[in-house]
């Protein structure tokens, strides 16, 4: 790392976390995220605050978050949005540990940029879990290297008690904690972290069994399947940015050019593409969300740190860390991923806050089918319910039939029409239901 001589390796961890949670601290307002999955965690988290209940904020379950969040659920969004940074950062700290494990050079540099990845920097500014895991895998991998069983247990525990997904990493994390060990010693290391982790992540995920059986062991898939371009897109510019993803063609040309790897032992390779080819893999199962890759960019940063020569290196990652705020498109240059995203929840936010003003003026008992909507409108009239107006996720045919026998007038957002006919395979206008923009709202109005 390129810096002045007197500040120490502490110091300088210090002002990479420093530097992640102050990037990060004008874009913790609006809401939780534009995600509904981040106003899901909102929801279950003061559910379990207010009635000691385990309540999922989704399939199968975010124990370890959930319980976490709902110790200050009243903190509201910048709450929620600034633990996730703190997360970030603590996810970058590790990982310049790790890097100086490694003998990465500008190990500084590193921590930055993954701390910068557009899909990871989004991420950390909203309420979903990811920062967590990424932050508790990150901690249990440095203490693999640092042959530290008990502690890289606890950590790998958390990370699977938040993400379940991040037991992925225990195989790779196994030959880290074997390496250079003999038989005795290495199944001993192993044996140490399984039992822990696997303790942690069972009582992590005894309330969600115990509320859900084995039906939590499942996954949402409402969306429509992505298009090869579609996902090939996830898989590069939604989490590297665009700058980001041509730093790291740059990179690896480089070291494609000047062909000079660094001196890394085969089993660090194995364990790094492992980590790689697991997330793709599992990514392309239900490629819906470019962030089920975000515990790769670590791996993929030190691949491309391995490869490349260290001019190369240093360009990818200032071109990262630029990348959630700079992009190139048509109209040349135009703003990141974090950009658009704030704008975006800005104007859902107060599109969903007319919507509700909007159905206080119209008369009588009725039910509107909101899609995506249902989540912060649920957080939004928690504490002021009414019970003339019903709002709906989407419904089946037997929900909608009730719901008219029942005596409410069904509507439906825009776009919701499509989406409930391919979740469910029937047409609510068919049944029913009308297209909320027929309204005509005032007092008395007859609609």
Same mark, same amino acid.
């Given at each position: ?55 999922? %904020? ?6 370890? &978050?959930? !319980?976490?969040?709902?110790? $200050? ?13 703190? $997360? ?10 790790? +890097? ?20 990871? !920097?989004?991420?950390?500014?909203? %309420?979903?879990? $990811?920062?967590?895991?990424?932050? @508790?895998?990150?901690? %249990? ?20 008690? #938040? ?44 309330? #969600? !069994? ?8 499942? @996954? ?48 660090? /390779? ?7 080819? #697991? !997330? ?35 360009? +990818?990652?200032?071109?990262?860390? /630029? ?27 107060? %599109?969903?806050?007319? $919507?509700? &003003? ?5 008369? *009588? ?21 009414? *019970?003339?107006?019903?709002? #709906? ?12 026998? &029942? ?24 049944? *029913? ?8 709202? *005032? ?5």
């Amino acid at each position: 790392m390129m810096r002045a001589p007197f500040i120490s390796r502490p110091v300088a961890l210090g002002l990479l976390c420093a530097a992640v949670l102050l990037t990060r601290l004008p874009f913790l307002g609006a809401g939780y995220g534009w995600h509904a999955d981040n106003w899901r965690t909102a929801l279950a988290a003061r559910h379990i605050a207010e009635t000691g209940a385990y309540e999922a %904020s989704r399939f199968p379950g975010y124990p370890v &978050q959930e !319980y976490a969040c709902a110790l $200050f659920w009243k903190a509201g969004a910048w709450g929620f949005n600034f633990a996730n940074a703190v $997360f970030c950062a603590v996810a970058a700290l590790f990982f310049a540990l790790i +890097c100086i494990e490694y003998g990465v050079e500008d190990w500084w540099m590193a921590g930055l940029a993954l701390a910068f990845v557009p899909v990871l !920097y989004v991420n950390s500014v909203s %309420s979903k879990d $990811f920062p967590w895991a990424l932050a @508790f895998l990150l901690g %249990s991998w440095w203490c693999a290297t640092r042959k530290r069983p008990v502690w890289t247990g606890a950590l790998l525990g958390l990370a699977m008690g #938040v993400r379940i997904t991040s037991g992925a990493a225990a195989l790779p994390i196994a030959l880290i904690l074997s390496d250079g060990a003999e038989n005795r010693v290495a199944l001993r290391r192993v044996g140490v972290t399984a039992l822990i982790a696997g303790g942690i992540a069972a009582v992590a995920f005894a309330p #969600v !069994y115990a509320r859900y059986g084995t039906d939590f062991f499942n @996954f949402y898939a409402d969306h429509a399947l992505a298009g090869p371009w579609a996902i090939a897109k996830r898989m590069t510019v939604e989490v590297w940015g665009v700058l980001g993803t041509a730093g790291i063609c740059v990179a690896v040309a480089a070291g494609l050019v000047k062909r000079r790897p660094r001196a890394v032992t085969e089993r660090r /390779l194995l364990t790094w593409w492992s980590v790689v080819v #697991v !997330y793709v893999v599992a990514f392309l199962c239900l490629p819906d969300e470019a962030a089920y890759l975000i515990p790769a960019a670590p791996f993929a940063l030190l691949l491309v740190w391995w490869g490349a020569p260290r001019w190369a290196f240093n360009l +990818c990652c200032g071109l990262i860390v /630029l990348s959630p705020f700079v992009t190139l498109g048509r109209n040349g240059v135009e703003p990141g991923l974090v950009m658009t995203d704030h704008r975006d929840r800005v104007r859902t936010d107060e %599109s969903i806050g007319n $919507f509700l &003003q909007f159905t206080t003026l119209v008369s *009588g008992s009725n039910a509107y089918i909101v899609g995506s909507w249902k989540p912060p409108i649920d957080v939004m009239t928690a504490n002021a319910p009414r *019970g003339d107006v019903k709002f #709906v996720y989407l419904v089946t045919a037997g929900e909608l039939d009730e719901l008219i026998k &029942q005596g409410w007038r069904v509507w439906y957002l825009p776009l919701m029409r499509e989406f409930n006919a391919r979740v469910y395979g029937y047409d609510v206008a068919e049944r *029913g239901a009308r297209d909320v923009r027929e309204l005509r709202p *005032g007092p008395g109005a007859r609609n």
